[in-house]
């Protein structure tokens, strides 16, 4: 029996900012009244989005470069379930840049007010991804340019000072 | 900077066995043409469901016991993408099997006549799935009753057996 | 042969108002590039809760009550395609309350610099839901309590005095 | 206020066939404890795909030859909830074949057998989805080749036939 390892990222919430927020919809949920599982990967979406491209650096701006940022891997751990009509925050950072990979950090929380009757926050999952650039044509592994590279990495460097 | 473990989880393929196959529909795609990586997880979820029930104990008698078994942690490791109208076969097993805790491992292929002109079979993903054991009331860690663990945990051992 | 009724929603656009909006997402599209077309369907539910919340019934509040007020029909047109990156507007009314029902109507558009060189404004379809309130228990047909009827047929009516 | 006219396909269930299966997810499900509405959409899908490949078809030789069906619009009527562990049944039909059009007729039940405790089959919705052929590059509506077009003919005749 292998020894298993853990997928939970580790993560220091200091050093994350609130990038997104979003609303729970019953889309989101499943019959047992809480957020299914993977309907967390469309606002770990929106947030990479959002959080690139408030580092200039817009997704259309990579894809009109002939590149993209495909999954390599991820890890997420579930804390506490999230609920129907839930305004989810999700903070997040660019935790690793290089010419050829990108690692965001998430922590996806609600916040007294956003949830009837919640006193304190309470924590919903935390979760890495990682991504690596390639050519969208070919797929393969390709280095980013300089410019797109020092735009995340002076985002990366921003959320690490911020911290 | 955080010394950044791994979420590949460890496998040994041969440990798996075929439990579900799917055919990957235009919903499951996205605008680079491939699988977006979310999609993966209903298949997951598909295959999981198949093999508890090969093991005797269909999801909903869980339920109606008052138990559930939702996830904790989740590790995937991307390897090839996935295109649409690809016949991908999910290959799993029970790797652990406790009174309060059940984990998954999964590997999505692509067979050789299951994709237009492949030749040797692709590897999609790896993926690890780890669940506890709760009462769907509260949420609150529970045991399963010692005939779920029995079937569980055989169903677990031959699958340790076949390999 | 059956002589093909249309689906489309007879919807004048002047009643409606704008009520939410949305980035697309990769999630939201397929390889063909564009939204793929079940995606709108929880863009409509995010507006019909915020339609709903705004006339003063938050859906939790329904559902306190026991009740429930799910599909019974749908209509659709599609008029054109979204794309990547759309920041997207619902335009929506409630167009029927009764009792025991509630209709409403949605017209999706991207404006003028919400999507890249756009240079008026696009629609990308216009749809209609009818829903009908039920018991969440039994699932039967039951009369909304007189407070939501007033509320949502006021939230009806100030939507078609504005027009 | 608009006289409401319907958006419920015109169906004959008896010339629609059986066509596709599936087991409902957790996925599909919401806190209603029933199959949400828009989970239905990529089993008609499915069975759109496989009605056509049945015919001779495949999607992907449509897109082979630069042409892609997307949606134009959809009607749909929900008559009974679909539960999770549901095994489901789609019967469908073309319903409407033209060098520029396809309609598709479909009919989603649960059989005896196909659900705990359920005695007689239980429909849970009608729907109709309409088809414009387009060119993939520009979007713009084109005539199907002749070949492509006797072959979705004949599948239609066919099936009215068969009825």
Avoid: N, W
């Avoid at 997928?7 to 889309?27: G, N």
């Avoid at 020092?150 to 460097?157: D, G, N, P, V, W």
């Amino acid at each position: 029996m292998s020894a298993p390892g853990s997928f939970t990222p580790e993560i220091d919430p200091s050093t994350l900012r609130p990038v997104a927020q979003a609303r729970i919809l019953y889309a989101d949920t499943d019959k047992m009244g809480i957020v299914y599982h993977a309907a967390y990967f469309r606002y770990l979406e929106l947030t990479r989005v959002e959080l690139i491209r408030g580092a200039g650096l817009p997704y259309t701006e990579m894809e009109d470069a002939g590149l993209a940022l495909p999954l390599v891997e991820i890890g997420v751990r579930f804390a506490s379930p999230g609920l129907y009509d839930d305004l989810i925050t999700v903070h997040a950072r660019l935790s690793l840049v290089t010419r050829v990979r990108a690692h965001f950090q998430y922590r996806v929380v609600v916040e007294p007010g956003d949830r009837l009757g919640l006193e304190q926050t309470v924590e919903l999952l935390r979760a890495e991804t990682r991504h690596c650039c390639v050519r969208r044509d070919t797929g393969r592994p390709e280095r980013m340019s300089p410019l797109m590279f020092e735009r995340l990495s002076a985002a990366q460097q921003r959320g690490a000072a911020s911290s």
